[in-house]
């Protein structure tokens, strides 16, 4: 039986990239300080927490072996005898009734379960998972995603994965209060690593020696390329919502873009007016409950003052189509030797003979991405 099994749950988009890079890159020595990781790789905990949550999507493309996942986590962390680490934010999905049973079954595998949360600040949050949507295929333009949050669901996609106390919760069954933890992103601004240094206080890694500099693959992408993304996306009717094409739009769209150059997204006054009062108002709430919070709550609090940036929803069609024809010059370099008048396409960028043949270039990406569909 584990001595400790802590249960990183998320939240997304809190900073998890960059601490299960590093958690996975150092796999080896944390396990030489008694740290275990179940499961051997992120792909098998995120199978695990596909299991716990009952996603129905994720389930139904996995294989009878890849649904064992769970089993074969909590099998892990009761062989073992130091102290175990599963992180995967996908796990705020849970329901209530599925965390709890989650929980059940990792104490009977551990002396000790504790949760764990990170969060940020809900300001640099809903910019970011709106872009996270959209990235797995919504066409969805951020002002019509307020338009949807700020109805404050609970019930909604963004609440579920975003209301700290909430989640929480869910997530509480038969803990302890000082089991149950928060660490708060820090501020824009402060050190790199000292959300790092905040999760090794609290699980207790040493990390001298260890290796920090992980590469982490969750670009942000400049507001042109999110246009040109949500362009891409308007040919597929709900692909974020059908698992198989949600993951290929991802995938052949991911790894080429994330290279322009841009202005950070700014909210409209009304959003960032809206999203501070509920901001202060999740902080509270926090504040209020017995939970352990390792940093400083403070740092949930949103910047009371709009930041500088651009409308993504209000980008000029010039710059969406500057990137539209970057990426379909390095699409076509990356393949065979281009045709000649795809070639001039995007030699040339501003004649509109040079548009129709970017254009009738994309249609043939989109064909690729679709398996011919």
């Known amino acids: 039986m584990a001595r400790r099994v802590w249960v990183h749950i998320g939240t997304p988009k809190s900073g998890t990239t960059y601490l299960q890079s590093l958690w996975w890159h ?122 949807r949050l700020a109805k404050d669901d609970p019930d909604f996609n963004f609440w579920h994965h975003q209301d700290v106390p909430r989640i929480l919760e869910r997530w509480s069954d038969g803990l302890a209060p000082e089991h149950v933890h928060v660490v708060p992103l820090p501020r824009p601004g402060a050190d790199r690593d000292l959300l790092w240094r905040r999760t090794c206080a609290l699980i207790g890694i040493d990390d001298t020696g260890l290796a920090l500099d992980a590469p982490v693959a969750n670009e942000t992408l400049a507001p042109a390329e999110i246009a040109f993304h949500r362009a891409v996306n308007a040919h597929f009717r709900n692909a974020h919502l059908d698992v198989a094409l949600s993951r290929r739009v991802k995938s052949f769209m991911e790894p080429r873009l994330g290279g322009a150059a841009g202005e950070p997204i700014a909210l409209a006054p009304d959003m960032h007016a809206w999203l501070v009062e509920r901001g202060d108002r999740m902080v509270d709430e926090l504040a209020a409950a017995p939970w352990d919070v390792v940093g400083d709550l403070d740092d949930l609090r949103p910047d009371p003052e709009p930041g500088a940036g651009v409308d993504p929803d209000a980008v000029p069609t010039a710059d969406v189509l500057a990137v539209a024809e970057e990426f379909l010059a390095a699409e076509l370099l990356a393949r065979a030797e281009p045709p000649a008048a795809a070639a001039r396409a995007v030699s040339h960028p501003h004649s509109s003979d040079e548009e129709r043949g970017s254009a009738t270039a994309l249609g043939r990406v989109l064909r690729r991405l679709t398996g011919g569909r």
């Not at 927490?49 to 072996?65: D, I, Y």
């Not at 102290?83 to 049973?101: G, I, M, T």
């Not at 990170?118 to 919504?138: E, I, Y």
């Open 26 to 147: 150092n796999r080896e020595a944390l396990a030489d300080q008694r740290l275990l990781l179940p499961g051997g790789s992120a792909d098998e905990q995120f199978r695990a927490s596909a299991v716990v949550r009952a996603n129905a999507g994720v389930l139904a493309t996995m294989t009878e072996h890849q649904r064992g996942a769970w089993d074969r986590v909590v099998d892990e962390v009761a062989a073992s005898d130091g102290d175990a680490l599963v992180s995967q934010e996908q796990l705020v999905e849970a329901s209530r009734e599925d965390a709890a049973a989650a929980l059940a079954r990792l104490r009977g595998a551990a002396e000790e379960v504790h949760v764990v949360v990170t969060a940020r600040d809900l300001v640099r949050q809903v910019p970011s998972a709106w872009q996270q949507r959209v990235k797995h295929g919504s066409p969805t333009t951020l002002r019509r995603f307020f338009g």
